[in-house]
C-alpha cells in the first residue's frame, strides 16, 4: 500500500503569498498524483491532474509539479477564496490513496 | 455534464448494514471506459477509498484491505446506479461517504457526489 505524506498539516497565510504544499510517496508513482481542493460541508473537487496538468476551469494560480515520488502544489498570489483544506491522490496501483491533507486558513 | 446523487440512511446500528446508493446522470454506468468508486472521510481516518467497480465486458471489482470481507459494491444497469453494502458495522465506520466517478482505472476523480454522514450508533 502506497502511503502518501503531505506537509505542512497546517498553514496560516495573508492574501497574495506564495503557498507551496508537498506530498510525498512511500514508493514511485510516476506521475499518477493528483491535488484535490475541499470546503468546509463540501466535496472535494479536483484542482491539478497527473501531477501537472491543470483541470479545467481551475485559476491559473494552481500549479502541480514533480514525478516519482516527490510532488509539489503552488498557490500563486494567494485569495481569500483559497482558504480550504487540500489533497494529494495517488492512482497509480489498488489501494487506492490519499494525503492527509493541508489546512490552509487565510490570516 | 456528469452528476452523482447519493441516498441512503445516515444512521445505522452497530453490527447492521450500510447500504448507499449512487445515481448517475450523464454517463452510464456500464461505460467501459469509466469507474466507480466509494470513498469515505471521517476526523480519524482522513480519506479512504473502500472500493470501485467497473464494465470490461464484465464486472469487475477492488476493495480496500481494510474492510475486505464486509463489502460489497455493485451496479445495477437497469437504473444506472451503483451501491455500497457494508456489512458489521461498527461506530468506527461512522465516516462521510462519497461516491465518486474516474474517467478510467487509473485516473482521477472528476466528479463526486454530495456526501452522506453515516453514524453508526444504536
Known amino acids: 500500500e502506497i502511503v502518501l505524506t503531505q506537509s505542512p498539516d497546517f498553514q496560516s497565510v495573508t492574501p497574495k503569498e506564495k503557498v507551496t504544499i508537498t506530498c510525498r510517496a512511500s514508493?514511485?508513482?510516476?506521475?499518477?498524483l493528483h491535488w484535490y481542493q475541499q470546503k468546509p460541508d463540501q466535496s472535494p473537487k479536483v484542482l491539478i491532474k497527473y501531477a501537472s496538468q491543470s483541470f479545467s476551469g481551475v485559476p491559473s494560480r494552481f500549479s502541480g509539479s514533480g514525478s516519482g515520488t516527490d510532488f509539489t502544489l503552488t498557490i500563486d498570489s494567494l485569495e481569500a477564496e483559497d482558504a480550504a483544506t487540500y489533497f494529494c491522490h495517488q492512482t497509480n496501483s489498488v489501494p487506492q490513496s490519499f494525503g492527509q491533507g493541508t489546512k490552509l486558513e487565510i490570516k | 455534464q456528469v452528476q452523482l446523487q447519493q441516498s441512503g440512511p445516515g444512521l445505522v446500528k452497530p453490527s447492521q448494514t450500510l447500504s448507499l446508493t449512487c445515481a448517475i446522470s450523464?454517463?452510464?454506468?456500464?461505460?467501459?471506459?469509466?469507474?466507480w468508486n466509494w470513498i469515505r472521510q471521517s476526523p480519524s481516518r482522513g480519506l479512504e477509498w473502500l472500493g470501485r467497480t467497473y464494465y470490461r465486458s464484465k464486472w469487475y471489482n477492488n476493495y480496500a484491505e481494510s474492510v475486505n470481507g464486509r463489502i460489497t459494491i455493485n451496479a445495477d444497469t437497469s437504473k444506472n446506479q451503483f451501491s455500497l453494502h457494508l456489512n458489521s458495522v461498527t461506530p468506527e465506520d461512522t465516516a462521510v461517504y462519497y461516491c465518486?466517478?474516474?474517467?478510467?482505472?487509473?485516473?482521477?476523480?472528476?466528479?463526486w457526489g454530495q456526501g452522506t454522514l453515516v453514524t453508526v450508533s444504536s
Open positions: 450523464g454517463d452510464r454506468v456500464s461505460s467501459t471506459s469509466t469507474a
Open positions: 514508493q514511485s508513482i510516476g506521475s499518477s
Open positions: 465518486t466517478r474516474a474517467d478510467g482505472r487509473w485516473a482521477f476523480y472528476e466528479d
